[in-house]
């Protein structure tokens, strides 16, 4: 389980260093390519809100395939995992995301805003052994990506596939 404290503050730095910081980045755009991993504040297969199945973890990458006058469309993969006393839950599938910072007509370059859909592969293993529950699954996110240089940056994302809550760091390859 993750300190609270240590929550608070990844929250505090999330939102507020966009508001002080000078360094140059760039939005998300066409032929992006930009990888994320990161953790899961509360695991979506618990009862209250800050879990207590696991930490989720998650890794994914999203490549940017058109851009409009008013944001970008980008689609990927993501993988997520949560293990608690033999008992595991995997997440593995495809996402597309709308970028909508320009629809907004923000000034920041460095704050990329997105939501989207997802379909993903969700299997329940208990010591190995898979449960008949397991199947398909849509997914709905929302979040936002703050790039502190031109290619490194912090994400937080809300949804429902393998946390309520996903912090983490994503880099641009290009």
């Known amino acids: 389980m993750v300190p609270k404290n ?18 140059q980045g760039q939005a998300f755009k066409e032929k992006d390519l930009v990888l994320h991993g990161g953790i899961g504040i ?9 879990g207590g199945f696991g930490l989720p973890v998650g890794v994914g990458a999203e490549y940017g395939i058109t851009d409009f006058e008013s944001g970008a469309i980008g689609v990927g993969g993501e993988l997520g995992y949560v293990n608690y006393s033999g008992f595991s839950i995997t997440h593995i599938g495809g996402r597309g995301s709308y970028h909508f910072s320009e629809l907004l007509d923000m ?26 529950s397991s199947g398909m ?5 929302a979040g936002a990506r703050y790039y502190f240089t031109e290619k490194f ?9 393998w946390a ?4 983490g760091v994503v880099y641009k390859i290009n």
């Open 42 to 50: 509360g695991s979506t297969y618990t009862l209250g809100l800050l």
């Open 153 to 161: 940056g912090g994400y937080g994302e809300i949804g429902n596939n």
């Open 6 to 23: 240590l929550k608070h503050i990844c929250l505090i730095v999330l939102f507020l260093f966009p508001f002080f910081t000078s360094v």
């Open 107 to 132: 000034d920041h370059d460095k704050l990329d805003l997105y939501g989207g859909l997802g379909l993903y592969y969700r299997s329940f293993n208990f010591n190995g052994a898979a449960f008949a």
């Open 164 to 167: 309520w809550l996903n912090l």
């Open 137 to 141: 699954v849509l997914s709905l996110h």
